[in-house]
């Protein structure tokens, strides 16, 4: 898990260190104008996520300390009710 959210974090320090200041903001203007459906895809992957941990045993609160946060946010999460959250 760690290893892809670190291969995320690296993608975004290689953005900073384009040269061209132009060229630099170009493709952050690329990437923010698909974040929307980045962001929809990333909570959707989550959902998921905390819906078959669900389904295998685990409980919601297992699954928040988990995940940074909450059994009830993960309750919510699940249900689709957090989806603007980054927890």
Known sequence: MADEVER???????????????????????????????????????QQAVITAKSQGHT????????GTTGETAGQIAAGKNRASSA
Do not use: Q
Not at 10 to 30: F, K, T
Not at 60 to 67: K, N, S
């Open 8 to 46: 995320v974090r690296e993608a975004l320090r290689a953005l900073e260190a384009i040269p061209d200041a132009v060229d630099r903001a170009a493709a952050c203007s690329e990437l923010l104008r698909e974040w929307p459906e980045l962001h929809r895809v990333l909570a959707d992957v989550r």
């Open 60 to 67: 919601y609160r297992a699954i928040g300390e988990r995940i």
